[in-house]
């Protein structure tokens, strides 16, 4: 044991001098990044770029306009969509780059429908553009350039009207040595050149072009200076060679009338995101933080380049498609003061009302941004979902409990691990494994000593209906006795370095190899590694986890690998944030593929990107056991799903550290509340399973994790709908009332789907949380003492440690499984019970969704249950939402609560065959709560329960 | 729908082949069966309410303690039975009712939910009896060898306690005559420190013109005239800057640009302490001289020789009567800490006091040295790790003597200092029988020994089927 982390442990103290928290030096300021510096450098202003409308081209799909830059003369191509939704989208690239520039693939689920853009008027400097709608126009201004979308009176949005558009064209480098030799040999060289080589001679054509390009406006060229760190770049030890020179990008847009703008995961920082002005913007790189500090703009594992503007009149969303690093500032500002020209006949301009000012800066890559106009919170995660895809819909057993350790040391601590939730009469569904269960680190193995019978370890948990989830890193541990290292070695499948050799890192089992992800031949290979007869040990309930898939790179700069690394003819700079999206896809891919197509695959990954949602979870990282980090897991996971990525968790009881039982139970009953659901430890922590902290705290955790259970056929349903709409699971409050301001920055409560409302106990020692129940009229009940609280006040709620403060909505039904088993699985007949509760008009409604719970039959075969319940009137009914569809479920309806009624004399159930039956009842009449005992009708039936 | 149905009647085929027909719900124990009246109503067990008999076991919870549904999984609190013929009975929570998992060994627990359980109670029952009938011979054997244990603690007990007696008497002895020759070694010791002294007195003042003799020699040898001649010696350099200016020379020479003898004797002062010349190098020599601690002039050897000889005598007589007490002192020490030592109720433990046990995996030699330490060896080379020095007994109230508690060993990176706890098992042998880190730098090792074997309880070992029967 100790030999073998020994290594790692230097490795450790060798990278992060400072153990205690983030050691920030490791990681890049926007000062220290060139490209962020020298675009920090432009402030706000009359921009160069001037669009030459006589170059306009229109066809039934889009417009095309050429732009140029007055200083340097480069040309730009502008392409301007109106896509199918209520979307714009913008791309902006170089008229002819010196080479291609990337263009980020595998990102949009197709190309996304465009509507026909037609011209309203034109002028000699401005374009207008009808988006069709409600008078909504995009107005193209010709000098200086920019964009604005207004509808009616009212600009939504502005691109460039800070006049921040910069793009850094490909060049060819001044001060290389056929540079220098040719100022002073000339001639010489140009011929010893074109002996040598003809391909530079073509390069030399196209620079002469792109010269005479430039000087064709004035026949001035105005050769731009070289900038520290445009062909070279040092941090710390390690050199960015750069052989592309400069390519960065911005854009500014403005958004008048906005004040709250989200989303831009992953950052541990607050939901409504803050004026970076004086600070570094928010950094979006995808980097393996050790120890990450609470409220900070810096990268973290994964990155969403999506960002939501939420006012009263209208949220909508700006959606970047750029891999690269990228920064993002934000800042207030005034609207009117940078209103001029054409679009003053068009708008109102208050000088007094706020705006939010947001400008992305990428490394490389194109300018691609989807403008989604909204215009309520709903439609943007519609138009979202309509580019990047759902959220993909998770077996079952994936939503249940999860109980995770770096690591369980072999076989027999699996096993007592599983009887110790037997014996505490605890469910869960899943065990982990980390690192450690692998042979020498070596992925898709197992290590002889300690793992010697993986199938009969997994034919044990089998035997339980549970399920085992063993990491699989993209790491490939070099070594000539590793099959998987000779594999990749002889199909060519590794990251090459900037001289063409294997790229090879630093990582968990010492020197490694990383496959080249963005191949998709490399993916297809690395999927059909999940077969059961490649992966020997693995059996049917067993699932992977991607972990260090930023990717980590132990000793490269900023823990992860070199800019200049090689995917193919793209630099590792163009494809940084997407390479763990792609990691988690080929592993998802295996799995379903292993099971011929049948089974959903469940995948946990830690690095993401746009799209990441439709491959499976994602975690918050290695956070800590602190209270700090146990409230930024609510902002955390709601940013995610504003940015499409509904299934997120924070490790329960934190990562690192050893947490108090107060904070652990504490965490629990948050955790149980949260999409992703699982309990995690560093490996230098004390064990901390749920019955290691007293009988009593025992009961607390067993008590939370029950709760989870029993609301999994919510949870489930909520699944489906992300699936199917791509709304998140876990909302802040505001996207289900927009209108009310008192909650635009709320984030220490959440609501799930739009029913339940939860505020977890995030402070040591609290004795009471305030809680704000939104909504004019609305009403919410305790879900554990049916305690009626009207909507819109903040309620002042008393604590003890067994309290969980989750209200459900009046007007809400929820289908809950009261009877909770030790595991998921054995849930799967068991009956429903519906938990009504009314509103001030005294009616309800809800959704029951029933599948298989673990294959695409819901997909591929139409195989699933949807039903619609609605109490109005005294009546209770059960409607089919899916005609076509065809499921029978065993599961019935043993109990209905109607909570917030009146006491019936007599409530009669009517079955689909007409016949009726009488229901026995009771009434609580100080709660107002009646209990309906035993409908006993099948949960896919049409029935009618109706009270007198 | 598929509800559950009521099952009141259960048939029983016990092992001897005899049935026997019993009428109770499912899931009840008969101790319980008569508050499960058929046709009566039926009254919770907390006495909550009162509901008709076919509410019982009718897959609907109406009771809160769960007690109507003893035989199905509608109660979260319920409980239940089964009979496990030939086996143990046992209760498990109603959960587990037709869950799809074979919790009870006879199969009862899953009678609707397509679970193919086989049943297995007999069995499990056979080997239990063989594990019981094992354990019952080992620990009768472990409890005579543990008997055998007692008995030899005892006496060895009693016969450190009598030497400790024995020792402490010598000891006093001891005492007394290291007092007698320290009187004589000190009279003994008087003349030749007079002498010594006196000699140092000599020596001190013989020393002090020596050194005022080899100063004026030194300043002869160094007396210069001017500030360039100065300025070759950098080792004067005032401000440490590697030279020595122009004018830090003249500083040094009293502001002037020559001297003279007279004015040099006032400049040396200044110099002297850091001015470096062939001279130094006997400076250096007398130093040593002057530091030793006695000089030997031969007229003063002779004298001390005679007045040294006469007090080494007294002297050794004394440090070896001393060095005898020291040593004793140490084996009472030694005795009285063994004796202080919790090894057990009756010192069943003593006989692993000094002992060692090892234990071989397949990286590590752990060693288990009991009431003093446990190491971790690497197989390979490498160093030991310390998991623990010895603590305390940690055994639950009832019998601490089961869990042994090693603490402060070597610190882990990030974490606590290793520590170990040492779960005794009775066994005829006295061996380390496992090791395991449960939590990181937190180790478990497993050690049988006879001493912590009960004395076998006159168990009848058939099965525990008789409640049923």
């Not at chain 1, 030999?3 to 442990?9: C, I, K, L």
């Not at chain 1, 998770?394 to 939730?421: I, M």
């Not at chain 1, 997407?578 to 469940?602: I, W």
């Not at chain 2, 300043?219 to 100065?230: I, K, P, Q, R």
Request: hydrophobic share 35%.
């Amino acid at each position: 044991m100790a030999a073998s982390r020994g290594r790692w442990v230097l490795l450790i103290v060798l990278l992060c001098v400072s153990a205690r928290a983030v050691d920030r030096s490791n990681f890049k300021t926007c000062e220290q990044s060139a490209f962020c510096k020298r675009q920090k450098e432009l402030k706000p202003g009359q921009s160069p770029y001037r669009a030459l409308l006589d170059t306009l081209e229109l066809s039934d799909s889009r417009i095309t306009l050429q732009l140029i830059n007055d200083n340097n003369k480069v040309r730009l191509l502008l392409e301007l969509y109106r896509l199918q939704g209520n979307m714009t989208r913008v791309k902006i690239n170089e008229l002819k780059p010196l080479k291609p520039r990337y263009e980020v693939p595998d990102v949009l689920i197709s190309d996304p429908f465009t509507e026909t853009l037609s011209v309203v008027s034109q002028d000699e400097n401005s374009l207008v553009l009808s988006l069709g709608g409600k008078d909504q126009r995009l107005i193209v201004s010709a000098q200086p350039f920019r964009l604005d979308i207004v509808e009616g009176p009212q600009v939504l949005v502005s691109l460039n009207s800070r006049g921040l558009l910069a793009f850094e064209h490909l060049r060819a480098r001044k001060d290389t040595i056929s540079h220098k030799i040719s100022s002073t040999v000339g001639s010489m060289w140009d011929s010893l050149k074109s002996i040598f080589s003809s391909k530079s001679e073509l390069e030399q054509v196209t620079e002469q072009e792109n010269v005479e390009q430039r000087t064709d406006e004035d026949g001035q060229i105005k050769e731009e200076e070289d900038k520290p760190g445009m062909w070279e770049e040092t941090f710390k030890s390690h050199t960015d060679s750069k052989p592309n020179g400069p390519s960065s990008i911005s854009l500014d847009f403005s958004l008048p009338g906005v004040e709250h703008v989200y989303g831009i995961p992953e950052h541990a920082d607050t939901l409504k995101l803050k004026n970076t002005d004086g600070s570094d913007p928010y950094r979006l790189y995808n980097l393996d933080v050790f120890q990450y500090e609470l409220h900070n703009p810096m990268a973290l594992y994964g990155a969403v380049p999506v960002l939501i503007s939420h006012s009263t009149d209208r949220t909508m969303g700006i959606f970047w498609l750029n891999a690269a690093e990228t920064w993002v500032d934000i800042s207030s500002n005034t609207a009117g003061k940078m209103m001029f020209g054409k679009i003053l006949d068009f708008v109102q301009v208050s000088s007094e009302a706020p705006q939010t000012d947001v400008r992305w800066i990428s490394e490389s890559g194109i300018i691609d941004v989807f403008i989604m106009l909204g215009p309520k919170p709903a439609d943007v995660f519609t138009q979202y979902a309509s580019l990047t895809g759902t959220q993909s819909f998770p077996p079952l057993t994936a939503l249940a409990y999860h109980q995770c350790r770096w690591n369980y040391n072999d076989q027999e601590d699996v096993k007592s691990v599983d009887q110790g939730f037997d014996e505490h009469d605890i469910p869960y569904d899943f065990i982990w494994l980390d690192i450690e269960h692998a042979d020498g680190k070596r992925y898709f193995t197992w290590d002889p000593s300690k793992f010697p019978q993986p199938k009969e370890m997994l034919q044990g948990l089998m035997d339980k209906r549970r399920k085992l989830v063993a990491i699989v890193d993209p790491h490939i541990r070099v070594d000539s006795g590793y099959k998987i290292h000779n594999e990749i070695l002889s199909k060519n499948f590794y990251v090459k370095n900037k001289d063409g050799g294997d790229y090879e890192g630093w990582c968990w089992p010492g020197n490694s190899g990383y496959p080249d992800f963005t191949n998709p031949e490399m993916r297809a290979w690395w999927a059909s590694k999940f077969a059961y007869e490649q992966y020997e040990g693995s059996m049917e309930n067993q699932y992977v986890w991607n972990d260090m898939n930023e990717p980590s790179v132990f000793n490269g700069p900023e823990v992860t690998m070199h800019k200049d690394a090689l995917h193919g003819g793209w630099e590792h700079r163009d494809v940084h944030n997407l390479y763990g999206l792609y990691v988690q896809k080929a592993t998802a891919d295996g799995l379903v593929e292993r099971s011929g197509g049948v089974e959903r695959p469940f995948v946990l990954t830690r690095a993401f990107f746009a799209g990441s949602q439709r491959y499976g979870a994602v975690w918050t990282g290695d956070n800590a056991a602190e209270w700090g980090h146990l409230k930024i897991s609510i902002p955390m996971c709601l940013s995610l799903g504003l940015a499409g990525i509904s299934f997120c968790g924070a490790d329960v009881g934190g990562f690192f550290k050893h947490p108090s039982a107060e904070l652990l139970v504490r965490w629990y009953q948050a955790g149980a509340y949260q999409p992703f659901f699982r309990a995690h430890a560093h490996i230098d922590t004390p064990r901390r399973e749920p019955w290691l902290f007293g009988p009593e705290n025992t009961a607390l955790i067993r008590e939370a994790i029950r709760q989870r259970y029993a609301l999994l056929p919510y949870w489930y349903q909520l699944f489906y709908n992300a699936h199917r709409t791509g709304y998140p699971v876990m909302r802040p409050l505001w996207v289900e009332y927009p209108d009310d301001v008192a909650t635009f920055s709320i984030e220490d409560e959440y609501l799930i789907g739009k029913d339940l409302l939860v505020h977890p106990v995030t402070d040591e020692g609290a004795t009471a949380v305030t809680a704000y129940l939104p909504g004019k009229g609305e009403v919410w009940y305790d879900v554990h003492t049916f305690q009626k609280h009207d909507g819109e006040q903040s309620l002042y709620i008393p604590v003890t440690m067994s309290s969980i403060p989750v209200f459900q909505r009046g007007g809400s039904i929820i289908c809950r499984k009261d009877r909770v088993r030790r595991s998921s699985s054995c849930m799967e007949n068991d009956p429903y019970t519906l938990y009504a509760a009314l509103n001030s008009q005294g009616s309800a409604e809800g959704e029951l969704y029933i599948d298989d719970f673990h294959t695409f039959n819901f997909e591929k075969a139409k195989q699933f249950v949807h039903r619609h319940l609605s109490f109005s009137a005294n009546t209770l009914s059960s409607r089919n939402l899916a005609p076509d569809s065809q499921f029978s479920t065993a599961s019935w309806i043993e109990k209905i609560v109607i909570i917030g009624g009146s006491q019936p004399s007599s409530a009669t159930l009517k079955n689909a065959d007409g016949t009726e039956s009488a229901l026995e009842f009771e009434f609580d009449s100080t709660l107002a709560v009646l209990t309906l005992r035993k409908p006993g009708v099948n949960a896919a039936a049409d029935w009618t329960v109706i009270l007198r | 729908m598929t509800c559950v149905h009521l099952l009141l009647t259960l048939v029983f085929a016990v092992s001897l082949g005899t049935p026997v027909e019993i009428q109770r719900p499912r899931g009840v124990p008969l101790t319980s069966i008569q508050f499960y009246v058929e046709n009566k109503p039926f009254t919770c067990l907390d006495g909550s309410r009162a509901i008709p008999f076919d509410r019982v076991n009718d897959d609907y919870c109406d009771c809160k303690d769960g007690s109507d549904e003893p035989g199905t999984a509608a109660c979260p609190n319920g409980s239940f039975h089964c009979t496990n013929a030939g086996y143990r009975p046992m209760f498990i929570p109603s959960s587990r009712i037709n869950d799809g998992i074979c919790d009870c060994c006879d199969t009862t627990d899953e009678y609707n939910s397509g679970a193919k359980c086989e049943n297995t109670c007999k069995e499990l029952g056979r080997k239990e009896r063989e594990v019981l009938q094992k354990m019952a011979e080992i620990t009768k054997e472990g409890f005579l060898l543990k008997q055998h244990l007692i008995e030899e603690a005892k006496k060895g007990q009693q016969e450190k306690k009598s030497k400790v007696t024995d020792m402490q008497g010598n000891k006093k002895q001891l005492d007394e005559k290291v007092e007698v020759l320290r009187t004589v070694k000190e009279t003994a010791e008087q003349p030749e420190k007079e002498a010594k002294e006196r000699h140092l007195k000599a020596w001190e003042e013989q020393k002090a013109a020596i050194r005022l003799e080899k100063d004026k020699a030194k300043m002869a040898e160094a007396f210069f005239v001017s500030v360039s001649e100065l300025q070759s010696h950098a080792e004067l350099d005032a401000d440490a800057d590697g030279t020595l200016t122009e004018t830090e020379a003249q500083g040094l020479m009293g502001g002037a640009e020559q001297v003279d003898t007279s004015t040099f004797e006032s400049v040396w002062p200044n110099i002297k302490d850091k001015y470096h010349s062939e001279v130094s190098r006997e400076e250096a020599d007398m130093s040593c001289l002057v530091s030793s601690e006695v000089p030997f002039g031969k007229m003063f050897f002779f004298f001390f020789t005679v007045v040294k000889l006469s007090a080494q005598k007294a002297r050794d007589d004394f440090e070896e009567a001393e060095k005898a007490l020291r040593e004793m002192d140490d084996q009472i020490r030694n005795i009285e800490k063994e004796l202080s030592f919790d090894f057990g109720p009756d010192a069943e433990f003593t006989y692993l006091y000094s002992q060692c046990y090892e234990l071989t995996t397949s990286e590590y030699i752990y060693r288990l040295c009991p009431f003093n330490r446990i190491s971790q060896k690497p197989k390979y080379g490498g160093s030991e790790t310390n998991l623990g020095t010895w603590g305390s007994w940690s055994g639950p109230e009832n019998n601490k003597y089961l869990l042994m508690k090693y603490e402060h060993g070597t610190g882990c990176w990030q974490g606590p200092n290793r520590s170990t706890t040492v779960k005794l098992t009775c066994g005829k042998e006295t061996v380390v029988t496992s090791t395991s880190e449960p939590s990181r730098c937190e180790y478990l090792m497993e050690f049988t020994t006879p001493a912590v074997c009960q004395e076998p309880a006159n168990t009848d070992l058939s099965p525990h089927d008789h409640e049923e029967l």
